[in-house]
């Protein structure tokens, strides 16, 4: 049984184990959802739709469409801060968001193997209670890092419309003493916003492949928490 982090495997342990507990459900749910928005609506705001007919005044569409970009990044950044908070205190399976084990050698030998089924250069796959890892890797870098990078640039940009002295201006101004150009900062946000997109594609095919062709859930697990294997079978070797 594994007891140091998500990333050991299970060797010989079938049925199901209780995984993710309900925190790391939600917020999962919900960062799935705001980043849903915030990329729906940071696309329409640095590709704007055409102008609408008649008066201005009558049409607030690109106002709303920042608002729900503000809020879904509220949400994001809170959500965060709420789960790495939760990886702290919540169960072993929680805190592999904090840190990868890479001071392990065996971590490395088994995200190697990860990289090798997941391009198709080995069918045999491996036995996991929480995530795998390199599904870890790439939570951390997507989840902590990344997310991060967005939120201090997106607040950055948004500390330009609260004005000087702001709470905005207060936490964040100071990305503009390091990079000057509010383009830039913006080019730097929109490309970061094509990463995570690309990442949650990467994501939900991880996933998918896993429910199809590993002896774990995949999808299900952020359903109800619970990891259940398929067979009785000994672990595939690594």
Request: proline share 5%; aromatic share 16%; net charge positive.
């Amino acid at each position: 049984m594994a007891t140091s982090n998500a990333a050991m495997t299970d060797p010989g342990y079938n049925g199901s184990i209780y995984v993710f507990q309900l925190p790391v459900r939600i917020w999962h749910w919900l960062n799935a959802l705001s980043i849903t928005v915030l990329a729906i609506s940071g696309y329409l705001i640095a590709s704007p739709l055409p102008t609408m007919s008649g008066e201005a005044s009558e049409s607030f569409l690109m106002g709303n469409i920042r608002l729900f970009h503000f809020i879904a990044a509220m949400v994001f950044a809170v959500g965060l801060f709420v789960r790495l908070y939760w990886a702290i205190v919540g169960n072993q399976y929680a805190r592999g968001l904090l840190i990868p084990p890479v001071w392990r050698g065996d971590y490395w030998r088994r995200m190697w193997h990860e990289v090798k089924f997941y391009t198709f250069m080995t069918r045999k796959v491996g036995k996991y209670r929480g995530h795998n890892p390199l599904a870890m890797m790439f939570m951390w870098l997507f989840n902590v890092v990344l997310a991060l990078f967005m939120i201090v640039t997106g607040f950055a940009l948004y500390s330009q419309g609260t004005g000087d002295g702001s709470w905005a201006d207060v936490m964040f101004g100071w990305v503009f003493s390091i990079v000057p150009s509010s383009q830039a900062v913006r080019m730097w946000h929109l490309t970061g916003m094509w990463v995570m997109v690309s990442f949650a594609i990467v994501h939900m095919y991880m996933v998918i492949r896993a429910d199809l062709m590993t002896r774990q859930n995949g999808f299900s697990v952020m359903i109800d928490g619970y990891r259940r294997f398929r067979d009785d079978g000994p672990p595939t070797p690594q």
